[in-house]
């Protein structure tokens, strides 16, 4: 069963010349500041020319600042009449939730353990470690494995510099990867919450927040400036991109249940819902990935 984003927004964004019919929305957290919300839209909006957007219920214009966004309706109109304004085409990539459960993945699950032994998210140490048990602890990718060939052929393994001489796509580099809690790793694979390096490394949610991550800061021990295996930031950069994408524009992107109990049709369900195609295609790519590229 697929969620909608669009449900309990409290933000709403227009074209000015069309103040009936929303180009997306968002569900509003307190993290979210005036600056915040116009970082997302400059990812969202494709403009011949600069804008404002004017919140309508006070006729205000935003500024760059860190006050809190106020809930309402956002209009967005170009200073010239002769600048046009659209929503952007981006690419939103379908995710499904990416476990290590090849051999291929041994060595990344083990190199994000070594460097943050806790969840980055919420700041739980995982206090069996020095016995080896990792139970409720997820090495999660930043980049799903279930579109390694999008990374290829876009080249995204640029962003990995330390690459240690494996003959790999590096996609399985530790600078790809987070250490979550077995439900942050859900979440952020669901692309429910994000982190932006370009905001002090915030964590922003896009969903209700039942774990209370909202505002809180990415570990620094996985982003240590000097660390060799330090998450990259570009990779972090364009997850909070695609976090943008999937729950701000127009109706937002399908979420998608992750939980299929025992003896349930996990296919059937998959093949009823909504990018069945798309889905199915990642969820088969996921059970093959230990096929080597290279």
């Known amino acids: 069963m697929a969620g909608t984003r669009a449900k309990g927004r409290d933000v709403q964004f227009y074209l000015f010349s069309e103040p009936d019919q929303p180009l997306g929305g968002m569900r509003l957290n307190p993290s979210v500041t005036e600056e915040n919300f116009l970082s997302m839209l400059d990812i969202l909006i494709v403009a011949s020319g600069p804008f404002r957007v004017t919140l309508r219920e006070t006729g205000v214009d935003l ?5 809190a966004l106020q809930p309402g309706h956002y209009d967005i109109r170009p200073y010239s009449r002769r600048d046009t304004i659209a929503i952007t085409d981006e690419l939103c990539i379908t995710r499904i939730l990416s476990r290590t459960i090849t051999g291929r993945h041994d060595l990344f699950r083990a190199r994000v353990r070594e460097r943050d032994g806790k969840c980055v998210i919420t700041g739980i140490v995982n ?4 016995l080896d048990d990792w139970r409720g602890f997820e090495a999660a990718h930043i980049f799903p494995l279930s579109s390694e060939e999008y990374w290829l052929q876009n080249g995204f393994s640029r962003w990995i ?9 590096w996609i399985n580099s ?3 990867g987070l250490l979550m809690t077995s439900n942050i790793h859900q979440r952020f694979d669901g692309l429910d919450f994000s982190i932006n390096p370009d905001d002090g ?15 809180r800061i990415l570990d620094p021990i996985c982003r240590e400036p000097n660390g060799k295996d330090s998450a990259s930031d570009e990779l972090l950069r364009w997850h909070f991109r695609q ?17 299929f109990p025992p003896g349930s049709d996990m296919m059937g369900e998959i093949l009823s819902g909504p990018e069945a195609g798309k889905r199915m295609e990642a969820e088969l790519f996921s059970r093959l990935n230990g096929i080597s590229f290279v």
């Open 174 to 176: 530790g600078q790809n």
């Open 161 to 169: 510099t330390n690459r240690k001489g494996e003959r790999d796509t």
């Open 63 to 67: 500024l760059r600042t860190n006050n």
């Open 243 to 259: 976090a943008v994408l999937a729950n701000m524009r127009g109706a937002g992107e399908p979420s998608f249940e992750m939980d």
């Open 127 to 130: 206090n069996m470690a020095e």
């Open 201 to 215: 490394y915030k964590i922003t949610c896009f969903d209700k927040d039942p774990f209370e991550i909202d505002g």
